[in-house]
């Protein structure tokens, strides 16, 4: 009776992924950098060939004060998309959003990034606080936009994800979401 009962269990542990996936509910096989709709979140993506191959010529040695002082973009990036995760969000045109924060911070410090759907990445966003010497007391909000793949939807995408209740319930103060509007900078990447 006892092997039957595990002959069952280990049947359904078998049989549960596959028809999970078949509902579309979960995506088969490895998560594929070619393929974001593979990727069930940011961490996967961050461990799948090339992704950070594909930020850092993406970014082509943009260093900012995001995080740390003057680092280069896809760094930061990096540290950020490598902590917690988020869950992918399906975007209009075959795009996704991937998003996360740096591990042990996540108090408005976040980084997002949009890939097609062949997995090149169109934008990244990046909350944070703009740390050079010190760190500003305000949130700030850059995205940065490849020219061909600006639009509505990269832009109202990366605009939602900065000002989402994930990002502000995280904040130590939240009076330093006050006018984030205006700390809000789009910077096109050719």
């Not at 092997?3 to 078949?22: G, N, Q």
């Not at 909000?141 to 994800?161: C, M, S």
Request: with cysteine; aromatic share 6%.
């Amino acid at each position: 009776m006892r092997r039957l009962i595990k002959a069952a269990c280990l049947l359904a542990l078998l049989i549960a992924p596959l028809a999970a996936s078949a509902a579309g509910t979960m995506p088969s096989g490895p998560c594929r950098l070619i393929d974001p709709s593979t990727c069930p979140n940011t961490s996967e993506l961050m461990r799948s060939t090339g992704f950070v191959q594909a930020l850092g010529h993406f970014a082509e040695g943009v260093k900012a004060s995001y995080f740390k002082a003057n680092r280069s973009l896809s760094e930061q990036a990096a540290s950020a998309l490598g902590g917690q995760s988020d869950h992918v969000v399906v975007l209009d045109g075959k795009r996704y959003l991937f998003s996360g924060c740096p591990s042990h911070d996540c108090r408005g410090n976040a980084a997002a990034v949009i890939l097609n759907e062949y997995g090149q990445i169109e934008a990244v966003g990046i909350s944070s606080f703009h740390c050079d010497v010190q760190c500003d007391d305000a949130r700030h909000l850059d995205f940065y936009i490849k020219t061909d793949a600006q639009d509505d939807t990269v832009l109202a995408a990366l605009k939602t994800w900065g000002t989402s209740d994930t990002i502000r319930n995280g904040l130590f103060h939240p009076e330093s979401d006050d006018g984030i509007a205006g700390r809000m900078d789009v910077h096109l990447i050719p």
